[in-house]
C-alpha cells in the first residue's frame, strides 16, 4: 500500500478505515463494493486506490490492523486489571466492557469486520493468516486464564470452554442484531451480562458467588 495514507491525519485516516471496515462487516469480500467504501468515507474512488492497490489490499491491511487494535484493547484492559489487583474471571470479564466501548466508539465496524473476515469464504484470508488470528486468540485466552483465581469454578468445570461459550455468544449477538454504535453495544452488553451471570452461579462454588 503507499505510504502517503499515513501522512493523513489520524482521523481521516480512521475514516477510510472505519468506513471500509463498516462496509466488509455488513456483506462479503466479493460483494462489497469499492464505491460504497468510498462513499460513506467522502472520498473518490481514485482516491482510494491512490493509498490501496486494490481492494484486497485493503482487506488484508484492515485484517492485520484489527488484529492489532484487538491485542491493544486486551493488553491495555489486563494491565488495567493486573494494577488494580482484579483476579475474579467474570468480574474482569465484565470491566473489559469499558476498555471495549473505547475501541467502538474509535472504530465501530471493527469487530464485526473481524467476525466476518474470519469466517470469509471467498478466499481472500490465507490458512496461514486465519491461523494468526486463532493463535492470537489462543495466546490472550491463555494469558487471561493464567491471572485469574480460576479456583473458584466448581470440580471438573473448564474455564477455557466457558471463555470459548462467552466469546461465541457475543459473536452470535453482535451478528444478529448488527449493533455498532457505542449506545447498541451498552444495550447488547447488558443483555450478555445477565447470561453471564447466569454461568457464574452455575459455574462457581457456594462459597464465591
Same mark, same amino acid.
Do not use: W
Given at each position: &500500500?503507499?505510504?502517503?495514507?499515513? !501522512?493523513?491525519?489520524?482521523?481521516?485516516?480512521?475514516? +477510510?478505515?472505519?468506513? @471500509?471496515?463498516?462496509?466488509?462487516?455488513?456483506?462479503?469480500?466479493?460483494?462489497?463494493?469499492?464505491?460504497? +467504501?468510498?462513499?460513506?468515507?467522502?472520498?473518490?474512488? @481514485?482516491?482510494?486506490?491512490?493509498?490501496? $492497490?486494490?481492494?484486497?489490499?485493503?482487506?488484508?491491511?484492515?485484517?492485520?490492523?484489527?488484529?492489532?487494535?484487538?491485542?491493544?484493547?486486551?493488553?491495555?484492559? /489486563?494491565?488495567? @486489571?493486573?494494577?488494580?489487583?482484579?483476579?475474579?474471571?467474570?468480574?474482569?470479564?465484565?470491566?473489559?466492557? !469499558?476498555? $471495549? /466501548?473505547?475501541?467502538?466508539? =474509535?472504530?465501530?465496524? #471493527?469487530?464485526?469486520?473481524? /467476525?466476518?473476515?474470519?469466517?470469509?469464504? *471467498?478466499?481472500?484470508?490465507?490458512? =496461514?493468516?486465519?491461523?494468526?488470528? *486463532?493463535?492470537? #486468540?489462543?495466546?490472550?485466552?491463555?494469558?487471561?486464564?493464567?491471572? &485469574? *483465581? #480460576?479456583?473458584?469454578?466448581?470440580?471438573?468445570? *473448564?474455564?477455557? @470452554?466457558?471463555?470459548?461459550?462467552? &466469546?461465541?455468544?457475543?459473536?452470535?449477538? #453482535?451478528?444478529?442484531?448488527?449493533?455498532?454504535?457505542?449506545?447498541?453495544?451498552?444495550?447488547?452488553?447488558?443483555?450478555?451480562?445477565?447470561?453471564?451471570? &447466569?454461568?457464574?452461579?452455575?459455574?462457581?462454588?457456594?462459597?464465591?458467588?
Amino acid at each position: &500500500m503507499n505510504p502517503k495514507f499515513f !501522512q493523513l491525519p489520524e482521523e481521516r485516516q480512521d475514516l +477510510i478505515r472505519n468506513s @471500509a471496515m463498516v462496509e466488509f462487516g455488513e456483506g462479503t469480500f466479493k460483494k462489497t463494493s469499492a464505491d460504497a +467504501i468510498a462513499k460513506r468515507a467522502g472520498v473518490s474512488k @481514485a482516491l482510494l486506490f491512490h493509498y490501496f $492497490k486494490d481492494k484486497r489490499e485493503m482487506y488484508l491491511y484492515l485484517f492485520q490492523y484489527a488484529i492489532d487494535q484487538c491485542m491493544e484493547i486486551f493488553n491495555r484492559h /489486563m494491565l488495567k @486489571a493486573s494494577y488494580f489487583g482484579e483476579t475474579d474471571f467474570f468480574l474482569t470479564l465484565e470491566k473489559g466492557h !469499558q476498555v $471495549k /466501548m473505547d475501541m467502538v466508539r =474509535r472504530h465501530p465496524g #471493527l469487530f464485526r469486520f473481524v /467476525m466476518r473476515a474470519y469466517y470469509e469464504r *471467498d478466499g481472500v484470508l490465507s490458512p =496461514r493468516l486465519r491461523k494468526k488470528l *486463532d493463535d492470537v #486468540l489462543e495466546q490472550a485466552t491463555g494469558s487471561f486464564l493464567e491471572r &485469574m *483465581d #480460576l479456583y473458584k469454578f466448581k470440580d471438573g468445570v *473448564d474455564p477455557k @470452554a466457558v471463555v470459548r461459550l462467552l &466469546m461465541l455468544a457475543s459473536e452470535g449477538m #453482535l451478528a444478529e442484531t448488527g449493533a455498532y454504535t457505542a449506545e447498541e453495544i451498552g444495550r447488547l452488553f447488558a443483555e450478555y451480562k445477565k447470561y453471564a451471570d &447466569m454461568l457464574r452461579q452455575f459455574l462457581y462454588k457456594e462459597e464465591y458467588l
